[in-house]
Structures are given as C-alpha cells and as structure tokens.
C-alpha cells in the first residue's frame, strides 16, 4: 500500500531544538515507510515566509519522487504581497496549492478584506489549506471554512487537524461542516483517534487523509495508529485514506 503523509512540516534552521530539515524528514519517512509527503513549512516568523517557500521548492526539486510541494501565504503581510506569494508558488514552483493559517498569523480567515487572496489561489485550480485547529479557534472556526467552501464549491479545500489539536475540540463542528461541503477532505493529523474513526463513519472512507504533523508529531508512530486504526476496513479504503484520497485531491 502506498503511504502518503497529508501534513508534514519542513525548515532550513532549526526552532526550539526542532530539526525539520529535508534530510532528516527524508530519514524519518524512510523509518515510517512513508512513499510521499505533502510538505508546508512551519508557521514561520513573518521575515521568514519567502525563504521557507523557497526551501519547499529545493525539497521537492532535490526529491521530486518523495515531496509534494505546498505553499503558504500570508494576508497580514499585505494583500498584494498574499498574492504574489500565491503566483510565485503555484506557477513558478510548481506547488500543488497554497495553505493559509489564521492561528499562527493571527487573522480571520473569512476576512473580507483577504478574499482576494482566497480568489487567486481559487484561479489557479490547485487546492487551498487550512490549519483549523482549537489553538486560536476564532480565527479558524469552521463556520469560517464554510462560507469559503460554499462560496467556491469547486475548489479543493484540505483542512489540517479538522478542528483538534487542543481544547476545546471541534473536531464534531468540522465533521458537520464537511458534511455540508463535499469539496472539503479532511486531514487526520495531531487529533483524537476517536475524532478520525467518527469521521470515517459519517463521512465515509473517501473524505479523510492520514496526517502526521511532522516534526509536532512522531510520523511512524501516527503510520502504524492509522494502520491499527483502519485494519478492519476493506482494502480499497484503507489505501484512500493513507494517500490515495490526497492524490486525488490533488488532482494527481
């Protein structure tokens, strides 16, 4: 069965003692036998957004059989210059989409003002990421995803962490939520077991992707809990769920 890994992050300097490097994840997905990962970089210091996306790229070039490149924007920093960084990474590096976090930058993602952003990356075709988590919830709720998914029904929304990671869990509001909007798929990372198999029961094997949140999490430990998770289900879900759900999000 092919792994693919929905959420793993990647740095060219470390954080807090946190090695994210390409060759330390390439180590870790080899341990994991993880086939590919999506790959963002870490919610970074503001100066350090152009430089972190340009990292991004040198994975994917130096392992174009491993990484698949996704970019990140910020509107904080400027709606023009969200914009830029959207173009720059779909059509000069080739990203398959962009992620926006709310949580870590500190915005609402609905924001008005920023749907020009969310517009941009909607023309590209390519797949637009949230980090909807409980840690600076009202920035990322998911009524907010709502309105943006039912605003562009047909662009590929991922949601990282549907609503876990931390309290209070939202993960029952997002499961709501993507019941609501079938362009959403959900990423089972750093959240609950019980929240992912919940989802899998009301949403269907088809709407959820295996996640680590690497270097947050341990990825070959989050691998064998999907694997002890998902091994009663038949053999064409659980290989949805470990990357083929993502793949075909992608449009790959």
Same mark, same amino acid.
């Given at each position: 069965?092919?792994?693919?890994?929905?959420?793993?992050?990647?740095?060219?300097?470390?954080?807090?003692?946190?090695?994210?490097?390409?060759?330390?994840?390439?180590?870790?997905?080899?341990?994991?036998?993880?086939?590919?990962?999506?790959?963002?970089?870490?919610?970074?210091?503001?100066?350090?957004?152009?430089?972190?996306?340009?990292?991004?790229?040198?994975?994917?070039?130096?392992?174009?059989? +491993?990484f698949l490149g996704f970019g990140w924007a910020d509107p904080n920093l400027g709606v023009d210059k969200a914009i830029d960084s959207v173009k720059k990474c779909i059509y000069?590096?080739?990203?398959?989409?962009?992620?926006?976090?709310?949580?870590?930058?500190?915005?609402?993602?609905?924001?008005?003002?920023?749907?020009?952003?969310?517009?941009?990356?909607?023309?590209?075709?390519?797949?637009?990421?949230?980090?909807?988590?409980?840690?600076?919830f009202e920035f990322t709720h998911p009524f907010r995803v709502k309105k943006i998914a039912k605003a562009y029904p047909e662009m590929k929304i991922l949601v990282a962490h549907?609503?876990?990671?931390?309290?209070?869990?939202?993960?029952?509001?997002?499961?709501?939520?993507?019941?609501?909007?079938?362009?959403?798929?959900?990423?089972?990372?750093?959240? +609950?077991?019980?929240?992912?198999?919940?989802?899998?029961?009301?949403?269907?094997?088809?709407?959820?992707?295996?996640?680590?949140?690497?270097?947050?999490?341990?990825?070959?430990?989050?691998?064998?809990?999907?694997?002890?998770?998902?091994?009663?289900?038949?053999?064409?879900?659980?290989?949805?769920?470990?990357?083929?759900?993502?793949?075909?999000?992608?449009?790959?």
């Amino acid at each position: 069965m092919r792994i693919i890994d929905a959420d793993v992050h990647l740095a060219p300097i470390k954080e807090q003692g946190i090695d994210a490097s390409i060759e330390t994840t390439i180590m870790k997905m080899d341990r994991a036998k993880v086939d590919q990962a999506l790959v963002w970089l870490i919610p970074p210091y503001l100066r350090y957004i152009d430089d972190s996306n340009a990292y991004i790229y040198k994975a994917t070039q130096k392992y174009p059989d +491993r990484f698949l490149g996704f970019g990140w924007a910020d509107p904080n920093l400027g709606v023009d210059k969200a914009i830029d960084s959207v173009k720059k990474c779909i059509y000069e590096y080739g990203f398959h989409g962009v992620k926006l976090n709310g949580a870590q930058n500190s915005y609402y993602i609905d924001n008005p003002e920023y749907a020009p952003v969310v517009e941009e990356i909607a023309k590209t075709k390519k797949a637009l990421a949230f980090h909807v988590g409980a840690d600076a919830f009202e920035f990322t709720h998911p009524f907010r995803v709502k309105k943006i998914a039912k605003a562009y029904p047909e662009m590929k929304i991922l949601v990282a962490h549907m609503g876990g990671v931390g309290h209070a869990d939202l993960t029952d509001a997002m499961i709501e939520v993507a019941q609501e909007c079938p362009n959403i798929m959900l990423i089972g990372s750093m959240v +609950r077991t019980k929240a992912i198999w919940k989802a899998i029961e009301q949403l269907g094997a088809d709407r959820v992707c295996y996640g680590s949140d690497t270097p947050f999490d341990i990825m070959h430990a989050c691998v064998g809990k999907y694997k002890a998770l998902i091994e009663d289900l038949p053999a064409d879900d659980q290989v949805k769920i470990m990357g083929g759900n993502l793949l075909k999000t992608l449009g790959l």
